[in-house]
């Protein structure tokens, strides 16, 4: 089943190469979506595809990158957008 939902990536975050690994990850599951940094120093997500697929990514947003450290994740369900891809929004 597909599935949509976004994600705000709390914590260090930014400046880490974690919208990077998470363009990496969504890739490598076949996900689609965007991932941009926010005013407010927090990572917005938002991904698509198979609910298994999902789940994983979102273990993935846990971990993070190597230098980033995630202290909590904000995830909501919403409607279904048809990403064509997985961007990095600057």
């Not at 890739?27 to 994983?56: A, H």
């Not at 980033?68 to 990095?88: A, C, G, M, R």
């Amino acid at each position: 089943m597909i599935k949509s939902i976004n994600i705000i990536a709390k914590g260090l975050v930014q400046g880490v190469f974690f919208r990077k690994t998470m363009k990496d990850n969504a890739e490598k599951l076949g996900l689609l979506g965007f991932v941009e940094n926010r005013n407010d120093q927090t990572v917005y997500i938002e991904v698509e595809g198979e609910e298994s697929k999902i789940e994983t990514f979102i273990a993935n947003c846990w971990l993070g990158s190597p230098k980033s450290n995630v202290s909590d994740l904000d995830i909501n369900n919403q409607e279904i957008k048809n990403y064509k891809s997985f961007k990095i929004k600057h």
